[in-house]
């Protein structure tokens, strides 16, 4: 069955350490994104591709970073710059880059800082 | 810029009818979403709207748009407890670009 696959599913970090949250898709879908989710705040949006090799800054990408290689994957590296990781993590894919529907979302990471 | 705006908290009884309400702010919205999280899970989409569309329905989901006031409304008759969980509303600009933007979520609890 085609998916978005994000692992791990829970996640520490000590203070100080940068840590990657891998998603990957088997969907054929051209853009992916990261949000990141707080009790209370919705979501909010880290990093977005449209294309292989390509990314954007989201809402509150500082802190982070992002790397598209690859169609099928695009990891998140949450950076010892980031003061106040602990969050759930999302990833999402959608067909093409200029629609918006057909979002298809993973089942999130959630990391906490130790 | 954009913004989705929700009420944080519902509360009904088995049976009953929920109606979640979002306000937008972005006009020029071409889709309007609604998505369904539950605990400790991604988020799944339940319906969308285009913009040039007044109502939508779909089994137990009735999706109302008024585009005047920029009003958005998630109606699910006969809750279940199995519908218990956070429900998102999300717009797209027109803009071209595929991000969504999302409210703040409200948390339905469906009692017995």
């Known amino acids: 069955d085609g998916g978005i696959t994000q692992s791990p599913k829970y996640l520490f970090r000590k203070e100080g350490q940068n840590v990657t949250l891998s998603c990957e898709q088997n969907l054929n879908h051209d853009a992916m994104y990261w949000y990141r989710q707080d009790p209370g705040q919705g979501l909010r949006l880290i990093y977005y591709s449209q294309i292989v090799n390509d990314f954007q800054k989201g809402d509150i990408a500082e802190g982070y970073s992002v790397s598209r290689e690859k169609k099928e994957s695009f990891p998140l590296t949450v950076t010892s710059a980031q003061k106040n990781p602990t969050a759930f993590y999302l990833c999402a894919s959608t067909p093409g880059r200029w629609q918006s529907y057909g979002y298809t979302f993973g089942s999130g990471t959630r990391l906490t800082v130790v | 810029g954009e913004d989705v705006e929700q009420s944080l908290f519902l509360s009904v009884r088995e049976g009953d009818s929920s109606v979640i309400n979002c306000t937008y702010t972005?006009?020029?919205?071409?889709?309007l979403y609604w998505y369904k999280q539950e605990p400790g899970a991604g988020l799944q989409l339940l319906t969308y709207?285009?913009?040039?569309?007044d109502m939508k329905q779909d089994q137990r989901l009735t999706v109302l748009l008024n585009k005047k006031d920029k009003h958005l409304s998630l109606r699910i008759a006969d809750t279940q407890t199995g519908d218990s969980a956070i429900y998102f509303c999300a717009e797209s600009p027109s803009s071209g670009y595929s991000t969504l933007t999302f409210g703040k979520g409200t948390m339905l609890l469906v009692s017995p």
């Open positions: 709207i285009f913009s040039n569309m």
């Open positions: 972005d006009s020029s919205s071409t889709y």
